[in-house]
């Protein structure tokens, strides 16, 4: 529990109300844009000060609305990298290492000297931020932040500056610099595949509020509620209505689903779009489908469609790849059945 | 031609740019810092005032507080033995309380469209305050400011109805070119107020060229061939 937050911050038409701990291990916090995300590590480095609550790191008391303690962002000592990184446009990458560096002039230049080769930035050292890539410029920006010791490291979107491309090769060379930080680290994104890549846990923040908390693995996995659900990108949502131990009706699709340990207080059923697949005939869990419309895609088909059985209007997805697709699309008619699904509240 | 009018001028101006200067920045740190916006409009207001007022307007308000019979200008006189008014210093007044608000809208603008993130990013690298103003708000708005500057010394040059007001017409002494250019006129000296004319209007002139290279050159740290 090296970390522990519990701030409310409102605003005319945004309010923020936040509870988080870590325990040492890399937390992802996954949003929408707005919801919140950078404002809560804004309050936590100390650069916006929450209406009340308190926040903790390492047992040392950072801000307390009741005891009137906010202690300055300059002497919080947490590192925190911004999401353009805010590199000093008129300083060089050894200045904007260097310039938080509280030491003898010697000592801050060989420090910045092996944060430059750390950070593979030998022959960067003179350059102006300008004169940069993105990925040099996330680098220097790490190394900066680095080079003063941080608790806990904060990463505000640390790829949203970069263009796609570039994205997937520096992910992995970010990843390895990061570990040369044996701190704890939150990072903030709205990208599931940089949560699910980065950190270990997860926290989903929406309007402002913690929505769900957890393992990230078990969240994609399993998730518990309906927002974990929305977050991850689950396609078919439906509410559903409990019929007996094992069975639940989605009444949206018109559609019951049979399985064991159905919570009590269930209250949607989802199925995420590739959990799918065509059977010969008709059975438990198992949709009779009207096709709605067949989406191609890069890699593979989007079929939209509804329960032939019903007259509900609402649609379901389903992602399947080219080959099984085309084997099995002459079939008529074309029965679904659902391999697994999330029980939701 | 008599050249005092122009050496006047120019030292008066010269003399007004560099207090303007420094007021002017300080002045806008202030106001830019402050957390209420009620008062930072009505500041803002007053300091801005000088631009819109008319300058005999202002040089009634200079007259009320210097005049030799006011309480400062007598405390000056009888205590420091200075005498203000219809001095040269006078003229030196006029134009920095005219061409401040210039400068310090100019300072103000500069230093508020500094990015807020980099200054937050100080903060969080343990900069101070007063680092964080000196290495990263006032260079980046340098161009800005100095374009400030420059405008001010253009508007303490061409400064005319406070400076009559407060300073008079006093050959070689409180006579600035406006005032030449004036006098000579109302004399009806059409030829004599050619060459203060175009003194002024080359000075002018240069200003805005200054101004504008100053912009250009504000793009530096963000055009990436122009920092090579």
Redesign the interface.
């Known amino acids: 529990m090296s970390l522990e937050v519990k701030i409310k911050k409102r605003y005319k038409d945004f309010s923020l109300d936040v509870s988080l701990e870590t325990k040492g291990e890399y937390l992802g916090i996954l949003g929408a844009s707005g919801s919140g995300k950078s404002l809560t590590l804004?309050c936590i480095?100390?650069?916006e000060t929450p209406d009340e609550g308190k926040i903790v790191l390492k047992g040392r008391v950072l801000f307390d609305s009741e005891n009137n303690i906010n202690i300055?962002?300059?002497?919080?000592?947490?590192?925190?990298m911004?999401?353009?990184y805010?590199l000093?446009?008129?300083?060089t990458a050894e200045e904007n290492i260097g310039?938080?560096l509280?030491l003898a002039k010697k000592e801050k230049k060989k420090r910045v000297k092996e944060l430059l080769s750390l950070f593979r930035l030998e022959d960067m050292g003179h350059k102006?931020?300008?004169?940069l890539s993105g990925g040099q410029q996330q680098r220097v920006a790490l190394a900066?932040?680095i080079a003063?010791e941080p608790d806990v490291l904060l990463l505000d979107e640390p790829f949203s500056a970069l263009d796609s491309k570039l994205k997937s090769e520096l992910h992995t060379e970010f990843l390895d610099m990061l570990n040369l930080y044996k701190g704890e680290v939150i990072i903030v994104t709205h990208s599931k595949e940089e949560v699910y890549r980065i950190s270990e846990n997860l926290a989903l923040i929406e309007n402002g509020t913690i929505t769900g908390f957890g393992k990230t693995k078990e969240i994609f996995e399993h998730p518990k509620s309906l927002s974990e659900a929305k977050m991850i990108g689950c396609k078919n949502i439906s509410p559903c209505e409990i019929l007996s131990d094992n069975r639940i009706l989605c009444k949206d699709w018109g559609l019951v689903l049979e399985t064991e340990g159905i919570p009590i207080n269930c209250k949607y059923a989802g199925i995420p779009s590739e959990n799918f697949e065509i059977v010969n005939e008709p059975g438990i869990n198992t949709i009779e489908c009207k096709l709605v419309n067949v989406i191609e895609e890069i890699n593979g088909y989007l079929i939209v469609f509804k329960n032939n059985k019903r007259n509900e209007n609402s649609i379901l997805y389903f992602n399947i790849n080219k080959e099984t697709w085309n084997k099995k699309k002459s079939q008529n008619p074309l029965y679904l059945k659902i391999k697994d699904f999330y029980l939701l509240i | 031609m008599n050249w005092s009018p122009i050496l006047i001028s120019l030292k008066t101006a010269s003399v007004s740019m560099v207090i303007t200067f420094f007021l002017g920045i300080y002045a806008a740190k202030l106001v830019a810092g402050m957390k209420s916006d009620k008062v930072r409009i009505f500041i803002d207001g007053i300091l801005t005032l000088p631009l819109v007022l008319p300058p005999t307007v202002v040089g009634f308000f200079i007259l009320l507080v210097f005049g030799v019979k006011r309480p400062v200008g007598r405390f000056l006189l009888e205590f420091l033995g200075v005498k203000i008014v219809f001095s040269w210093t006078a003229t030196v007044l006029a134009a920095v309380i005219i061409s401040f608000p210039l400068m310090y809208r100019s300072a103000r603008g500069a230093l508020e469209q500094v990015?807020k993130?980099?200054i937050?990013?100080?903060?969080?690298?343990?900069?101070?305050e007063r680092k964080i103003f000196w290495?990263?708000m006032m260079?980046?708005a340098l161009p800005g400011i100095a374009s400030g500057g420059v405008l001010a010394f253009a508007r303490a040059l061409g400064e005319f109805g406070a400076t009559a007001m407060v300073a008079g017409n006093i050959a070689n002494k409180t006579r600035t070119l406006p005032l030449a250019v004036y006098a000579e006129v109302a004399a009806g000296n059409m030829e004599a107020s050619y060459g203060y004319v175009a003194v002024v209007v080359f000075i002018s002139f240069i200003v805005l060229s200054l101004m504008n290279y100053f912009t250009i050159k504000g793009s530096k740290?963000?055009?990436?061939d122009a920092?090579?």
């Open positions: 804004k480095a100390g650069v300055k962002p300059q002497s919080r000592n947490i590192g925190y911004f999401q353009n805010a000093f446009p008129n300083m310039v938080g509280k102006y931020p300008a004169q900066r932040i003063y | 990015d993130n980099l937050m990013a100080g903060r969080t690298l343990g900069m101070s290495r990263v260079p980046l740290y963000t055009d990436k920092s090579k």
